[in-house]
């Protein structure tokens, strides 16, 4: 990336950050929420579903971590080093 892609990036961080918590909540609640019977349970017996739900859910705590990790990044790395200095 050059300085054209990421300066425009740096000035919006806050609704960056903002629309990806949304989404990452929103598909938190996707996937936790109780859901009624679907088709592949019909159909496999529950095992597609219950691979890729796993698949699925393991993917999310991982998008959801790495989200963590560039917000503590982003707003609170350096005025903790600031504090500490």
Partial sequence: MTDRTLVPLTRNKEWLFLSAGVLIGLNFFLVFRSKPQTVC??????????????????????SAGIYAIGLFMAYAALPLMEAFD
């Fill in 41 to 62: 349970d019909l159909e496999s017996g529950g095992d597609g579903c219950r691979v890729t739900g796993r698949c699925n859910r393991v993917v999310l705590r991982l």
